[in-house]
């Protein structure tokens, strides 16, 4: 069934009136029908099934019907965030679309002393944030941080909450490991409260220099290993 995120909040008998750009999508590329079932979330009222009641090539009115799914069953992580130093388009758009599907709750692009990308357009990391959740069935939406400088990221970060910064020139233990230590063994389903929060830090191609690597560990940030490939964009 196709997933759409909208803005509108969700109740049952609600008519929905979709964008021009999802009308599009969902008649003259998925050929929808009147009398067809979607699926719509908006990050606050979970997952509704909705009809398709009329529809043109750039007009389309639903009617919805009833939840299926209830906000609290988001598979999305609430606490992890992810920072990382922007790298070519290709890549950027990759890390979104990834970091979408694995459930990160919110992406900060951070912009490092070897950063080569400093501009991003943030309506297009929405739009790939958008298109990864309706595909992977997340119920939510990343929140998308405009880029700052890594030392307001540190700045800015709470104390309590552990920063990893991924390092390919590091000789500590591996990431997973160190998560595992430092957040504890739990599972999602297992603990009530659900994981803890904590901050994954990956920088750019030519990785962290030498002044961020001592900023990062001033700082307290946990630094570990993530093998000795680099991410090229």
Known sequence: MIRLFIPDRLMAGQAIR?????AHYIGSVMRQKPGDLISL???MDGEWRAQITDISRKTAFLTVES?????K???AWPGLTLCFA???RAGTDLIIEKATELGVARIIPVITD???IARLRDDRLQLIAREAAEQCGRLSLPRIDPPLPLS???????APEPLFFCDEAGD?????LAAKRILGTQLRDSEPQGPKPCAVLCGPEGGFSPSEREALRAHQAVQRWVGAACFAG
């Open 86 to 88: 922007p790298v070519k």
């Open 172 to 176: 500590t233990q591996p990431l997973l």
């Open 67 to 71: 939840q299926s799914r209830a906000q």
């Open 114 to 116: 070897y950063t080569q």
């Open 41 to 43: 979330f908006n990050g």
């Open 18 to 22: 979709l964008s021009d750009m999802a």
């Open 73 to 75: 069953d988001d598979p």
């Open 152 to 158: 307001q990221l540190l700045a800015a970060r709470p």
